[in-house]
Every structure is written in structure tokens, then in C-alpha cells.
């Protein structure tokens, strides 16, 4: 487990493999675990495959997220920071889609990625 702040706390833990029920059952827990202040938003990270990463992703006071874009920036540094990929490009893959964040040797962070609008509404 490694904590990351993007801004907010995040929980980055390296998992054999990530799943749906991995992630019902350890978010929760993790998210409002005592050790945390604050709680954390977690995310559980598959195995590397290239610079490609797979992320589950439980934020905080909601739950299951399809994508985030703070989350992923937490799983690129951690995965940086523990030396498991060099500085440079990291693909984060989660079930919205993928996002692609730049981090150099100082950890300093760039995400790039599409934005599609979801929902919209009249605010009366």
C-alpha cells in the first residue's frame, strides 16, 4: 500500500489481479480505514503489462468510480516512486477509459485524456 497525495489522499495498492470483487470488498474498508485521517480515495492495480496499468478505483463517500483523474495520477506516482516503471509515460486503464499521465524523476505529474460529457441538466 502506498499513500499519494494528489490534492486529496489516495491509497494506491498493488494487487495479482484487479476485480470488481477484490474491490467491493477491501474499498470500503481501506477508504475509512482508522490509519487515515481523512480516509483515501483506493485504488487496486493489476500487474504491469509495458507501461500499462490497470486500476480499480473506490473514491471515498462514494464508492466504485468508472474513472478518475486524480486516481490516476496516484497510480502512476506510486508505481514511479516504488520503482516499478521508470519516469515517463504511464497508461491507466479503468472501465471508462484510459488516461495517459507523464511523471519525471521529481514525481511532478501531467494527465492527458479525452473528456466526454456524461449527463447534463437545467439548473432551475
Do not use: Y
Not at 30 to 50: E, Y
Not at 111 to 116: D, E, I, Y
Request: include cysteine; hydrophobic fraction near 45%.
Amino acid at each position: 500500500m502506498i499513500p499519494v497525495s494528489i490534492g486529496n489522499p489516495h491509497l494506491v495498492v498493488f494487487v495479482p489481479e484487479v476485480s470488481n470483487t477484490i474491490l467491493e470488498s477491501l474499498g470500503p474498508f481501506l477508504a475509512t480505514h482508522s490509519g487515515l485521517s481523512n480516509g483515501a480515495n483506493v485504488q487496486l492495480v493489476g500487474p504491469l503489462v509495458g507501461n500499462r496499468l490497470e486500476a480499480a478505483i473506490w473514491e471515498r463517500g462514494v464508492g466504485p468510480t468508472s474513472a478518475s483523474g486524480t486516481s490516476a495520477c496516484a497510480v502512476a506516482v506510486a508505481a514511479i516512486w516504488s520503482k516499478k516503471l521508470d519516469p515517463g509515460a504511464v497508461m491507466i486503464d479503468t472501465i471508462g477509459g484510459s488516461l495517459e499521465v507523464h511523471v519525471n524523476a521529481e514525481l511532478e505529474v501531467v494527465l492527458r485524456g479525452p473528456v466526454t460529457e456524461v449527463c447534463t441538466g437545467t439548473l432551475i
